[in-house]
């Protein structure tokens, strides 16, 4: 298993349902999984999905810049960290984000979101 194309194996997917259905992000967290959104916490797949789709848009599309990994202790986890900007719909600009996921193996061997820091970047 190479980190790197499972990196950008999940970006590219995370992403892409983030663009297109927002609540099927769910079943990449679960219950001891935590989000950081803007410096607000959110503990639990039920909270981080309620939140994600409270968000106060309906569409936006995700451009991706960097995607950078390293490997993360024994048990086989990733830190996954991504640059990129994200259109809102209606909107003229592009809003600079940045975003880092703490990736754990599961035992099926996929991986969830142990760990998710959201930040928008401003100039």
């Known amino acids: ?44 797949a039920a909270a981080i999905a309620a939140k994600l789709a409270s968000l106060p848009f309906q569409q936006c599309l995700h451009t991706i810049s960097t995607v950078d990994c390293q490997p993360s202790g024994t048990a086989g986890g990733m830190l996954v960290f991504v640059s990129g900007t994200l259109q809102l719909a209606g909107e003229q600009h592009a809003l600079k984000f940045s975003q880092m996921f703490h990736l754990l193996p599961t035992p099926q061997g996929s991986f969830y979101v142990f760990n998710d820091i959201f930040r928008l970047n401003y100039a």
Not at 17 to 42: C, H, I, N, V, W
């Open 1 to 44: 298993m190479d980190p790197d194309s499972v990196a950008k194996a999940f970006v590219e997917h995370y992403y892409r349902t983030f663009d297109g259905s927002r609540p099927a992000l769910a079943g990449l967290y679960q219950e001891g999984s935590m989000l950081t959104f803007e410096g607000a916490k959110f503990q639990g």
